[in-house]
């Protein structure tokens, strides 16, 4: 079982940033894509950013593109969502997660979540 633990989240003005971790622990780790998705209040959780781990190409929402850029630290296991040109409606808890396999589109082993919160 892969253990995926979120931090860098926090308090930012409207046009800030903010770098978001997720550390792994556990089992072998050897995913297809990590991925980072967010849940804002009274809303469903979205897709955010995803990176394949051996080719290293990635993937984002429309609306976050030229802003965030999602990338790993191969050697420490490690995924980053670099958060740049922040928007009052980036706020959100940003989870991150594993997919296992090219085979199924389905994320597994989500951490608890980093607070993001973007004041205007």
């Known amino acids: 079982q892969v253990q995926l633990v979120e931090s860098g989240g926090g308090v930012v003005q409207a046009g800030g940033s903010l770098r978001l971790s997720c550390a792994s622990s556990?089992?072998?780790?050897?995913?297809?894509?990590m991925g980072w998705f967010r849940q804002a209040p009274g809303k469903e959780r979205e897709f955010v950013a995803a990176l394949t781990w051996s080719g290293g190409s990635t993937d984002y929402t429309d609306s976050v593109k030229g802003r965030f850029t999602i990338f790993k630290d191969s050697a420490h296991y490690m995924v980053y969502l670099q958060m740049n040109s922040l928007k009052p409606e980036d706020t959100a808890v940003y989870y991150c997660?594993?997919?296992?396999?090219?085979?199924?589109?389905?994320?597994?082993?989500w951490g608890q979540g980093t607070q993001v919160t973007v004041s205007s």
């Open positions: 556990g089992r072998t780790f050897t995913p297809y894509a």
């Open positions: 997660a594993y997919r296992p396999s090219r085979a199924s589109d389905t994320y597994e082993n």
